[in-house]
């Protein structure tokens, strides 16, 4: 007799997450309508989403800035089935390089037409510019950016 491989959960979860004080400030500043980053001190990248330490360098971030609602949409992937609780697809979510940041920051882009799959790739070329669209009512979440779309 086999044992069997897998099993069937169910989760549905409601939790509080403690955001700390690097995550905080940056979720502070994007119910401002700022999207702030923070560099390191040695190899001076800036990261956005901002960390508490550079991984790199072993040292703690300590420099904030913020940075342009704008950027280059450097990747994008399309999810074709939806998850609990996120948008309803097909939708797009890109990694987008804002002006002055050394990381990419992943959110929803739009400006897509998901009707011939074949096409999309093309649609937003590599470093098409991008910028935020801020949501009317703003909670410090990542969400309070609601997307980025197409700038020019
Ligand atoms: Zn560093």
Not at 43 to 58: G, I, L, N
């Amino acid at each position: 007799m086999s044992s069997p491989l897998t099993q069937t959960v169910h989760w549905d979860l409601t939790y509080d997450v403690h955001l700390g004080s690097t995550w905080g400030r940056f979720m502070q500043g994007l119910r401002e309508q700022k999207i702030l980053a923070n560099s390191c001190p040695e190899c001076s990248r800036t990261f956005v989403p901002p960390q508490a330490y550079c991984e790199s360098c072993f040292v703690r971030t300590e420099q904030w800035t913020e940075l342009p609602a704008e950027g280059d949409l450097e990747v994008f992937t399309v999810v074709w089935q939806g998850f609990t609780g996120g948008p309803k697809p097909p939708y797009a979510v890109g990694g987008i390089r804002l002006a002055g940041a050394d990381t990419l920051l992943m959110h929803v882009v739009t400006g897509l037409d998901f009707s011939d799959p074949s096409t999309v790739r093309d649609q937003l070329p590599h470093g098409s510019r991008v910028r935020a669209v801020w949501a009317e009512d703003r909670t410090g979440q990542i969400l309070d950016i609601s997307h980025f779309e197409p700038a020019g």
